[in-house]
């Protein structure tokens, strides 16, 4: 039976930094709390003290960014995710063994991966070579929303995500579906990224645009994630944001001579 290298278990063992875009008070947050708790190392919350969904990888600045600590392992940052994360391994939880972003309130499929701050806070993270997992949980308007039916799923998928070996350059993008009260608990679905855009709707009024798209009702590609998630299924998808470490290493694929005047 194969045993787990030294590397491997002090990473296993390290801290966990948690995150999001929603806000340190968002109930999704504390959802994620109680699903890591336990799961390896210690758990640190490390997120933006308001909301910042939507914004996409803005960080701060030239700019002061206020940090205050509500507790031991619970520090509200006045910036970005991509603040939070950075500021974490600086100094608030340096050399973390994971950083996991969510769970957001909301989905973040397909294209929304661009301009969602929880997916933001996880690539942030593996810029600086820490694995990542952002959790998200598409909601219909028309069900009741369970948190701890949203723990107990985030904490299975923890669970086996951890377990794997981590590829630098890559991220994990969880979409947790909305179910009614007595529908079983789902699959996890290993999926690729729907490349459909969201649709381009709007309200307009005036000179003002009000975003009026139908999210469940956007395009999707069959066995990709927006259909995985909206069809009632965990979706899981690998996200590489840097090339592999031996493409990068191998040097320029082609060079041309600048033509002269």
Known sequence: MATMGQGEAARQAGTRVLTNDDGIDAPGLEALRRAAEGLGGPVRVVAPSAPWSSMGHAVTGGAAIRVEHLGP??????????????????????????????????????????????????????????????????IRRDRPLDWDRAA?????????????????????????????????????????????????????????????????????VPGADVDVCFGGRVAITRIRILPDPSEAAAGPTRVIPMPGP
């Open 73 to 138: 392992d619970r520090i509200a940052v006045a910036g970005t995710p991509a603040d939070c994360v950075r500021l974490a391994l600086h100094h608030l939880a340096p050399e973390p063994s994971w950083v996991f972003s969510g769970i957001n309130r909301g989905g973040n499929l397909g294209a929304d991966v661009h301009h969602s701050g929880t997916v933001a806070a996880a690539r942030e993270a593996v810029l600086h070579g820490v694995p990542a997992i952002a959790l998200s949980h598409y």
């Open 152 to 220: 107990r799923w985030a904490r299975r998928v923890l669970e086996f995500l951890t377990a794997l070996p981590w590829q630098p350059g890559t991220l994990w993008s969880v979409n947790l579906p909305h179910l009614l009260p007595d529908e079983p608990d789902p699959d996890l679905v290993f999926c690729p990224l729907d490349p459909s855009p969201l649709p381009l709707r709007f309200a307009l009024a005036g000179d003002e645009a009000t975003y009026s798209g139908d999210y469940h009702g956007r395009l999707r």
